[in-house]
């Protein structure tokens, strides 16, 4: 069964065809990562625009890609929320045409679901054939953690989703974006945090970990404000700083710092403390709820740090307990914004019989819910 994905709920303009729930035929993302930079963030309506018009151009290309004409597509899946409202009305009513044009059946999809399920993608190998891993073993504890959200998962089956904890704040990625900025690195946040902090030291400034006592919820305000302030002997006086940048995000204009100031330490220091909290959690998670498999899902599951992190205290914690518990991660394209997990996801959903209705709308504010 071919499934045709459309992701428009951010700023990533994606569509992509996979087979049976798992085998991505192919994968197209047309980011606007430039268009936003600028600004030092997404801009709701720029983001909106850009998808407007990238968004048959992907459609196309990732039909092109998998070698399918489009009365190939056996099923339209496309992401409902959460996200920004004028970004998602893009893409579900591109869908619906498609859908309705073709008289195929429409599935709409929670993003927070998408990702989880880009664990079950198999990419190909050498463009040939892909990688034939079993999927992920229930009961599983997932991690999701992207620009918007931070969630810890407990999944029993397909579907049967319970909260274990969520953000209190700032989500994981907006974590790695925010301290960017501080530290005048730009954006995304993630990528340059992780490659400048690839020269740090991590255990030269002592930076809080919000541990929450005995909860998984977790908290990332507090460390930003104390990168701040770990930041600010080391800044140049605002008079040798660059020009403000215009833009939605005055509170963090982009900042200049000395030549001689520690970014490297300052950015491995904040990483490892995002990164200890979000691991330690998810590993006592595995263990209370003897899980088989655990996931890492979202954009920040792209950092190596956090992978590392991850693997280790599953190890440490769980193994003695439990045996080896795999710990488990999409390849990094498929960890940020992409509509092959969009397709994935629809596989499973259909399977439970979750067809939209024409009358489908979008859900800015979604969350994950399901026994
Ligand atoms: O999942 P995603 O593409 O979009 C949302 O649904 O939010 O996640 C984007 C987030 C951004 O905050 C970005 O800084 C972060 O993922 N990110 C990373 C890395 N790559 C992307 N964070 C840490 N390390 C990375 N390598
Ligand atoms: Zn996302």
């Known amino acids: 069964m071919n499934i045709l994905g459309i992701e428009t709920s951010c700023d990533e303009t994606a569509a992509s065809v996979v087979a049976d729930g798992r085998r991505v035929r192919s994968n197209v993302v047309a980011s606007q990562i430039a268009l936003h930079r600028a600004h030092g963030g997404v801009v709701p309506e720029l983001a909106a625009r850009g998808h407007v018009t990238a968004i048959i151009p992907v459609v196309e290309a990732a039909l092109g890609e998998a070698g399918i004409e489009r009365a190939g597509v056996d099923v339209v899946a496309v992401t409902e929320g959460p996200g920004l409202a004028g970004a998602l009305l893009v893409g579900v009513n591109v869908a619906k045409a498609l859908a309705y044009s073709l008289g195929r059946p429409l599935v709409a999809i929670n993003h927070l679901e998408a990702h989880v399920y880009a664990n079950w993608l198999m990419l190909p190998v050498d463009g040939t054939s892909p990688v034939a891993e079993p999927p992920p073993a229930f009961p599983l504890v997932c991690l999701l953690v992207s620009g918007g959200h931070t969630e810890l998962i407990?999944?029993?089956?397909?579907?049967?989703?319970?909260?274990?904890?969520?953000?209190?704040?700032?989500?994981?990625?907006?974590?790695?974006?925010?301290?960017?900025?501080?530290?005048?690195?730009?954006?995304?946040?993630?990528?340059?945090?992780?490659?400048?902090?690839?020269?740090?030291?991590?255990?030269?400034?002592?930076?809080?970990?919000?541990?929450?006592?005995?909860?998984?919820?977790?908290?990332?305000?507090?460390?930003?404000?104390?990168?701040?302030?770990?930041?600010?002997?080391?800044?140049?006086?605002?008079?040798?700083?660059?020009?403000?940048?215009?833009?939605?995000?005055?509170?963090?204009?982009?900042?200049?710092?000395?030549?001689?100031?520690?970014?490297?330490?300052?950015?491995?220091?904040?990483?490892?403390?995002?990164?200890?909290?979000?691991?330690?959690?998810?590993?006592?998670?595995?263990?209370?709820?003897?899980?088989?498999?655990?996931?890492?899902?979202?954009?920040?599951?792209?950092?190596?740090?956090?992978?590392?992190?991850?693997?280790?205290?599953?190890?440490?914690?769980?193994?003695?307990?439990?045996?080896?518990?795999?710990v488990r991660y999409p390849p990094p394209a498929l960890c940020t914004d992409n509509a092959a997990m969009v397709a994935g996801a629809a596989f499973y959903a259909l399977r439970r019989g979750a067809q939209a209705g024409w009358e489908t709308d979008i859900h800015p504010r979604l969350r994950l819910t399901g026994t």
């Open 154 to 326: 407990l999944m029993t089956d397909h579907g049967h989703y319970r909260h274990l904890g969520r953000t209190l704040d700032d989500a994981a990625g907006e974590a790695f974006d925010k301290g960017a900025r501080l530290l005048g690195l730009g954006y995304p946040g993630g990528p340059v945090i992780q490659r400048v902090a690839e020269a740090g030291d991590p255990t030269r400034f002592d930076l809080p970990r919000a541990w929450l006592g005995e909860s998984y919820d977790f908290s990332f305000s507090g460390l930003k404000t104390a990168l701040l302030r770990l930041a600010e002997p080391y800044r140049l006086p605002p008079s040798l700083e660059p020009a403000p940048t215009v833009g939605p995000f005055p509170e963090h204009q982009a900042a200049a710092f000395a030549p001689d100031a520690p970014l490297a330490d300052l950015a491995a220091s904040y990483q490892a403390a995002v990164v200890e909290v979000l691991a330690v959690k998810t590993a006592r998670a595995a263990l209370e709820f003897g899980a088989k498999t655990v996931l890492l899902a979202g954009g920040v599951a792209a950092n190596a740090a956090l992978r590392t992190c991850l693997a280790d205290e599953v190890a440490r914690r769980c193994e003695p307990e439990l045996g080896p518990v795999p």
